[in-house]
């Protein structure tokens, strides 16, 4: 398929004031062939002219950003969403999560995985991170659906289950790595500190280093996890980690609200990849990341919604905003996390996080991840500063044109790859199932 977008405005890579003269954006094999300024003689250059395309999007009005990218969150939880809410994160896990998660079986998680990409497409999110269970039917919905993903059969030792989930995981990774033209890459995953045993993490890491992937893990994500693993194993949450060879291998390391001084230099010199989530933070009263300490290291951070049962809300676009006013009024201090910093973290940084290639980014040879933003809403007026409106004055609706890997999946209100009306109809008589209607 071989797409060009004319006649429009962009931001590179959110990483400067780019340019806002229209550009025209040539999309070829799933990548970006090209950016280059737009001529109003354009016909005139065989390139450019509408025969060589399969498809010319007009661009007037529209303002082209590189693909969101949600960093965290559970796929098969969207069913839960508005179950067990305004509760603390362990009585919320325990009591409701749990017990509730036993009954779930692979054709519920295939239908709530496609509900949240749904909703995640509409909203401009190209590319998510999943950690969870029956991971082949989120796997099998993420190929249908088209999104990018990387995902993961999270492993836990609550019930004795971790033994089997690591062989199921392995298998995971092996039968989907590189799956759906690349889409869909995988990472083993540790649940968190509190939830896998020293013994567990250990044969995690062991199986990362052989499968050649990632870890993705919750890190120091409430207090009462940093006192309990401190009390057990006498570290930190990131400290155990390290004991057990989990940060020998790239690592995403998902919430680290609490992390302590020498924790941060740790993660600068392991490398590790964080994941910020402030709306799941702060709905569950787990408290607010030290994000500016952790900037100020160096280290790379993206964001993320975590599941649709902690935010309420899968939408970057909220992150973002939540991730800059948050810090400004916790610090006093507004010049913290400024737009532009929010916006690469769900942007370049959110893929960077993910250990993912050439994604993140509009630029030549990048894949062709990318929305399109109506900027003529009143909302948008003036039109001054792109980046600051993005994050402190845009929203997920002015989201008109959404593609991944040189496909077009949303389009003037329609997902294309999804059947909304079926998808709704098997949500709820799942909802009905489990006595949450
Ligand atoms: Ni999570």
Not at 6 to 33: C, F, H, M, R, W
Not at 247 to 267: G, I, K, S
């Amino acid at each position: 398929m071989r797409i060009l977008i004319s006649n429009v405005t962009y931001l590179e890579s959110a990483v400067s004031q780019d340019s806002l003269n229209p550009v025209d954006i040539g999309i070829e094999d799933g990548k970006i062939s090209f950016i280059q300024e737009h001529l109003p003689s354009r016909d005139q250059k065989t390139h450019l002219k509408e025969a060589a395309w399969d498809r010319v999007i007009e661009g007037r009005g529209r303002l082209a950003l590189p693909g969101l990218v949600n960093a965290h969150t559970h796929l098969g939880m969207t069913l839960l969403r508005g179950y067990g809410d305004d509760l603390p994160l362990m009585v919320w896990l325990q009591e409701k999560m749990w017990p509730i998660e036993d009954q779930l079986t692979e054709k519920d998680v295939y239908w709530s995985s496609l509900l949240a990409i749904g909703e995640m497409l509409r909203g401009g999110i190209t590319t998510c991170a999943d950690m969870y269970f029956h991971m082949g039917a989120t796997a099998k919905a993420v190929a249908e659906a088209g999104i990018r993903a990387s995902l993961t059969r999270g492993v836990q030792d609550v019930g004795g289950s971790g033994l089997r989930g690591l062989e199921e995981a392995i298998g995971f990774c092996q039968k989907w790595q590189g799956a759906a033209n690349g889409r869909i890459t995988t990472m083993l995953g540790a649940h968190a500190p509190y939830t896998c045993t020293p013994g567990l993490l250990r044969k995690v890491a062991d199986w990362a280093n052989r499968l050649g992937v990632p870890i993705h893990t919750h890190v120091a994500e409430t207090s009462t996890e940093v006192h309990q693993i401190k009390e057990q194993y006498g570290v930190t949450p990131l400290g155990m980690l390290a004991g057990n060879g989990v940060l020998d291998v790239p690592v995403t390391a998902v919430h680290c609200v609490h992390l302590e001084e020498d924790d941060l230099e740790l993660a600068t010199q392991r490398g590790v990849r964080v994941v910020h989530c402030p709306g799941s933070n702060m709905k569950l009263g787990s408290g607010i990341a030290p994000l500016p300490e952790m900037l100020a290291t160096g280290l790379i951070v993206g964001l993320g919604t975590d599941s649709a049962a902690s935010n309420n809300k899968l939408d970057l676009w909220e992150e973002m905003r939540l991730a800059s006013l948050i810090h400004k009024a916790n610090m006093q201090d507004a010049t913290v996390i400024p737009a532009v910093t929010a916006l690469k973290m769900a942007t370049c940084h959110g893929a960077a996080a993910l250990h993912l290639d050439k994604v993140g980014k509009l630029a030549p040879g990048w894949v062709a991840d990318l929305v399109l933003v109506n900027t003529e809403g009143l909302h948008w007026q003036p039109p001054s500063n792109p980046q600051a409106s993005i994050v402190y004055a845009g929203g997920r609706n002015d989201v008109s044109l959404v593609m991944v890997d040189g496909c077009i999946v949303y389009d003037q209100g329609e997902l294309l790859t999804i059947d909304e009306d079926e998808v709704i109809y098997h949500v709820k008589k799942i909802a009905h199932r489990l006595g949450l209607l």
